[in-house]
């Protein structure tokens, strides 16, 4: 299997871009968030791959992280979420805007990707929601010096209540957890802290 292409960026078309390696051009699928990422034609790159295998194709993905590659394998795990399906999901919501939506069940957010309604949203979130962990999201940034687990866990703890609170308050999940993760949490910081910090990102 294909883990990873490097070479030199030759195009950029209008689902995939060309990548020269030692003069053969491999064309690779990426997402138009992704593509928007890409330095300038000429430039070398290194692009991590997903290799489909059709009967009548083999198809490239690419990812510009092993973290981005790692997702669009939890997506198309799903029942009834192919490659194309998959990185339609993650041209309209990057890793970290997916992990939001899918841990928040912001049905609508995901549903917005081309081909992908209601009830295939509904789906991939309860098959998901156990695969992605809150501290994949909640960035929190305890201190440099060690700190004990029990520690870790209260900042977790009071950052899922700050979300709860934010979200009692009427504002949609996602936006509460992408709100909350811009907050660092250091030991002793309290709910309502973190609250009014929250806010102040919101308003």
Do not use: C
């Not at 957010?109 to 295939?120: E, F, L, N």
């Not at 936006?175 to 919101?202: M, N, W, Y």
């Amino acid at each position: 299997m294909i883990q990873f292409i490097r070479g030199k960026l030759v195009s950029v078309e209008e689902d995939r871009v060309i990548v020269d390696v030692n003069g053969v051009g491999y064309g690779i699928f990426m997402s138009v968030q992704a593509m928007s990422l890409l330095p300038q034609a000429g430039s070398e790159v290194k692009i991590h791959t997903y290799l489909n295998v059709k009967e009548d194709a083999m198809q490239l993905f690419g990812f510009l992280t092993r973290d981005d590659l790692m997702i669009f394998r939890l997506l198309i795990g799903v029942n009834g979420i192919g490659p194309k399906g998959g990185q339609a999901i993650l041209s309209v919501l990057p890793p970290d805007d997916l992990r939001f939506a899918v841990l928040a069940g912001d049905v609508k957010a995901i549903s917005a990707a081309p081909g992908i309604g209601k009830k295939t949203a509904e789906k991939l979130i309860l098959e998901l929601r156990d695969k992605l962990k809150i501290e994949d999201v909640l960035d929190h940034q305890v201190s440099e010096a060690a700190v004990s687990g029990k520690a870790a866990a209260g900042a977790d703890n009071v950052q899922s209540e700050a979300v709860q609170a934010l979200v009692a308050l009427g504002y949609g999940s996602t936006e509460a957890l992408r709100a909350i993760k811009q907050i660092p949490i250091e030991e002793g910081t309290d709910v309502e802290s973190v609250l009014k910090a929250a806010l102040k990102i919101l308003l």
